[in-house]
């Protein structure tokens, strides 16, 4: 009797616990399907800004843009990143490396890492792989991105 | 056992290995075939040799980087010993069809010419979509053609023709251009020759025997390779079909900026570097994935880019070797692919 009534005590005293730590993981209300979509929103307006960079002369001198060698994003990588990069010189940032495209191939200016314009290039080009696993530090490999039917690539 | 000039002879004298012995001293022997090509059964074909350069994608721009990878073609080409017969260039010379871009390419081909080698050119959608090919055509003439050449039948074609686009979005002749200029153009729509040039081509084969060797020229793959990036054309179906009736066939194409390589019934089919830039591998599966280029270095001008030569023997054999300035091409594939 006496043990089965230990037992109850214990049983209770798990749901009261149990009971508190949901509580307190639920601290704020779940993201309504409004606040998704316009989140998502944000998202896809970054990626779309970085759509028209990643096409446009404008970050080079020579009239070549990032998709004269990546259309579609194809073969820039960001799951492989950070990497040792032998053309940088060291472990580069997917950043780091968009800027050495923009220096050596494009012949235009570095764009501050923590522009709009680096992470709007970012955003696409991670967009582009979406659902691939990451592979940080691969080196061995070109992988072509989401196989794309129609559109830009993205919604 | 070293085969020697000597016991190749005798070997064939004893087994009457005629084929055989008909291209002994053809650089196709000892070839590692990664993909096995056939030869004619019986051929009339005066060995030669040809070169194939393309996807120059000229800009307008003085002493542009690409204006120096043309150049360096144009001058390996013309250094070549034995000298080709001559060469076919295969599209996109021009980046956005500017008559300066177009007018500068001239000038650099127009160097195989002073060297007496003679040129054919068709053109690609970097070409044509500025002024719908009105200045490449005053330049070059007609954009498909034919010729014999020691008893081989050379076609081209211009497989980049596409529906208007442009009339209905209100687009002027710049925006219709750089919709295009983008290989992944969300409104351009696939591209083919047309009704007009596969009524031509039925006419242009219609009274060549089923032996005739044939080697046809188009910008871009005649198999459906990626769509997404027009690495097909429209109407493939209806060329192969016209084409079926030969014994053998050799596509060889522009476009892809690529090593890439494919078969289909009587046809053999690939795809010629570009001397401007390599475009990635689309993310569909090679239907030879052995036959692909090795990664390039982007800090390098001249690699993942080149130009093909092709010796075609008395057989019909073709033997493809892509003419690289660094180390893009695989071992295996160096001595060449056999067509």
């Known amino acids: 009797m006496k043990n089965k009534r230990y037992i109850l005590t214990g049983v209770f005293a798990l749901a009261i616990s149990s009971l508190i730590f949901v509580n307190s993981s639920l601290g704020k209300p779940p993201l309504s399907e ?18 028209e960079l990643w096409h446009s002369e404008k970050l080079g001198t020579n009239g070549l843009s990032c998709a004269n060698c990546h259309p579609d994003a194809a073969n820039s990588n960001p799951h492989t990143f950070p990497k040792f990069q032998e053309n940088v010189g060291k472990v580069a940032t997917l950043r780091e490396m968009i800027n050495w495209c923009i220096q050596i ?42 196989e794309v039917k129609e559109g830009a690539g993205y919604p | 056992m070293k085969i020697s000039r000597r016991n190749l002879f005798k070997l064939s004298a004893t087994a009457g290995l005629t084929a055989f012995t008909a291209s002994a ?79 500068k390419g001239k000038k650099i081909l127009d160097r195989l010419k002073k060297a007496g ?28 053609w034919s010729f014999n050449h020691n008893g081989v039948h050379f076609i081209g074609l211009n497989s980049i023709l596409v529906e208007d686009y442009w009339t209905a979005k209100g687009m002027t002749p710049w925006e219709r251009m750089l919709a295009i200029a983008e290989l992944e153009c969300h409104v351009c729509g696939l591209w083919g020759v047309g009704e007009k040039q596969i009524r031509w081509l039925e006419k242009d084969v219609k009274n060549l025997s089923p032996d005739t060797p044939i080697v046809i020229f188009t910008h871009s793959p005649l198999w459906n390779y990626y769509p997404r990036w027009n690495f097909q054309t429209k109407d493939a179906d209806a060329i192969r079909q016209i084409l079926s009736k030969f014994e053998k066939v050799i596509a060889i194409h522009g476009h892809v900026h690529q090593v890439v390589y494919n078969r289909t019934d009587n046809m053999v089919h690939i795809g010629n570097l570009a001397t401007s830039w390599p475009w990635p591998y689309p993310p569909v599966e090679l239907p030879y994935p052995q036959i692909v280029m090795n990664r390039a270095d982007p800090g390098d001008i001249y690699d993942g880019v080149g130009f093909a030569t092709t010796y075609i023997d008395d057989t019909f054999l073709g033997l493809l070797k892509y003419k690289e300035w660094a180390d893009l091409i695989p071992k295996d594939l160096k001595n060449g692919i056999s067509l």
């Open chain 2, 117 to 144: 080698i003679p040129y054919k050119i068709i053109p690609g959608e970097h070409d044509w979509y500025l002024d719908l090919g009105k200045f490449w055509k005053e330049l070059f003439g007609s954009p498909y």
């Open chain 1, 34 to 51: 409004e606040d998704l979509k316009l989140m998502n929103e944000e998202l896809i307006n970054l990626v779309k800004k970085g759509d």
């Open chain 1, 105 to 146: 191939p494009l012949e235009g200016k570095t764009l501050p890492e923590d522009s709009e314009e680096m992470k709007a290039l970012e955003a696409y080009s991670i967009y582009m792989y979406r659902g691939f696993k990451l592979k940080p530090g691969d080196n061995q490999k070109a992988y072509p991105p989401v």
């Open chain 2, 25 to 103: 001293f053809s650089p196709l022997v000892g070839l590692v075939n990664v993909a096995q090509a056939n030869p004619l059964k019986s051929s009339k074909v005066k060995p030669f040799n040809f070169a194939v350069i393309g996807d120059a994608h000229l800009y307008e721009a003085p002493n542009h980087r690409f204006d120096k990878t043309l150049e360096r073609a144009v001058s390996d080409v013309v250094k070549m010993r034995p000298k080709p017969d001559f060469v076919v260039f295969i599209g996109d010379l021009a980046n956005f069809g500017k008559k300066e871009e177009l007018l």
